[in-house]
């Protein structure tokens, strides 16, 4: 009991992350996955990936402003299951929709800009999850950080891959792109000594 008190945000995070799957999965095993359940998938692994992206990234934003510390725990599981979607997004695009066929797949990428940039945005992610261990920490040191940041160039490239991939309702991916600018924004210097100014401000009060 005393574990689940002290891990109960990390027990959630995962929780929460894995539904998706599992949801999918049971849509799958009912035959609930509609008329299309290729693209179903595609969209829904999508989704999921970019979601979880995000949330990784508020993780420091979020400490910046409440000062709870338990969150920043949660950007590294949160990015690796934004990867784990990205990838199952990705094996779908190549092998539920294209058998493994790498005439078309090819052919998909050079004619189909939306498909260039995702899957830049994929590649760029997999050095990141590979390093994502303390082994890696210690190894890279303050290179790590450097790398690392790469994890916004890979937001924005799936941003764009999400914009560009939807044919009609262009709401959603205005949205991602609106938040995505809002952290950015919240990585910039002046802006962070400002939170810190103001909780500063809050503490003494």
Not at 41 to 65: D, E, F, H, K, Q
Not at 84 to 111: C, K, S
Not at 158 to 173: C, I, M
Not at 192 to 199: D, E, K, S, T
Request: charged fraction near 15%.
């Amino acid at each position: 009991m005393q574990k689940l008190k002290a891990h109960w945000l990390q027990i959630l995070t995962h929780v929460g992350a894995l539904l998706p799957l599992v949801i999918l999965a049971w849509d799958y095993a009912q035959n609930q996955l509609t008329a299309n359940p290729i693209r179903e998938i595609t969209i829904r692994t999508g989704r999921s990936a970019i979601v979880l992206l995000l949330l990784s990234l508020a993780c420091t934003p979020i400490y910046s402003l409440s000062g709870f510390q338990p969150v920043r725990r949660l950007r590294r599981p949160l990015g690796l299951y934004a990867f784990l979607y990205a990838g199952l997004h990705g094996l779908t695009f190549v092998g539920l929709d294209y058998g493994f066929d790498l005439v078309l797949i090819g052919q998909e990428l050079l004619q189909k800009r939306f498909v260039q940039v995702g899957v830049l945005a994929f590649l760029i992610l997999v050095p990141l999850a590979i390093t994502s261990t303390r082994g890696w920490v210690a190894r890279l040191g303050k290179n790590w950080k450097r790398l690392h940041r790469l994890v916004y160039l890979a937001a924005l490239l799936a941003g764009v891959h999400f914009l560009w991939a939807v044919k009609a309702n262009v709401r959603v991916p205005l949205l991602y792109g609106a938040a995505l600018a809002v952290l950015l924004v919240a990585r910039i210097p002046a802006v962070q000594n400002a939170v810190r100014g103001w909780r500063g401000g809050l503490r003494r009060d």
